[in-house]
């Protein structure tokens, strides 16, 4: 595979056949039944998903003890973004994004029972909150202040009075 390290490749193709040590002991030469500890998973080149690590999450949503996977897709253009939610391979909800989203994560609104999350899109300047995956909150992050030293250097550089490199060193 291309832009994978050969030793990193090989120890991907080592065979579940191979002895594996029962304990941690390394003179213990007791070998546990060969096992196959890669998890085989689906994969769908059409699915067309456009996204990173930190716009994805495992969360039982329901309570009901089955995890599904949340992605909040950044899609092709700047109309596709979505925020998708998986059992398995069948996709349970599909809702549109407004903004370009940049991470996700979970947590618990309430302590009702049963626990189900609520779902956090960080998407533009605002933190979307969907609970029961419904829309629940929309939180505006305030803007900050730009600091007037760094302001007066990009002004420089714009103006083509301040170089790359030492653009690169005053914002240092």
Excluded: H
Excluded at 3 to 30: M, R
Excluded at 73 to 94: E, I
Excluded at 148 to 172: D, H, I, N, V
Aim: proline share 8%.
């Amino acid at each position: 595979t291309p832009g994978i390290d050969t030793d990193l490749q090989d120890s991907f193709n080592t065979s579940a056949d191979e002895v594996v040590p029962s304990s941690n002991n390394p003179t213990d030469t007791s070998a546990t039944p060969p096992c196959d500890t890669w998890l085989n998973a689906y994969q769908d080149p059409v699915a067309g998903i456009n996204t990173s690590s930190n716009c994805m999450a495992l969360e039982d949503l329901n309570g009901d003890g089955e995890n599904k996977l949340i992605i909040a897709d950044a899609g092709t253009t700047s109309f596709d973004m979505r925020l998708k939610v998986y059992k398995g391979t069948s996709l349970l909800a599909n809702m549109q994004l407004i903004n370009l989203p940049s991470g996700i994560c979970t947590f618990f609104v309430d302590m009702n029972e049963p626990m189900t999350p609520a779902i956090a899109v960080a998407s533009g300047p605002y933190v979307y909150v969907y609970k029961n995956l419904r829309p629940y909150f929309k939180f505006t992050l305030p803007s900050l202040d730009i600091n007037p030293t760094e302001a007066q250097y990009w002004k420089q550089a714009k103006e083509g009075k301040l170089e790359l490199l030492s653009f690169r060193e005053m914002s240092e």
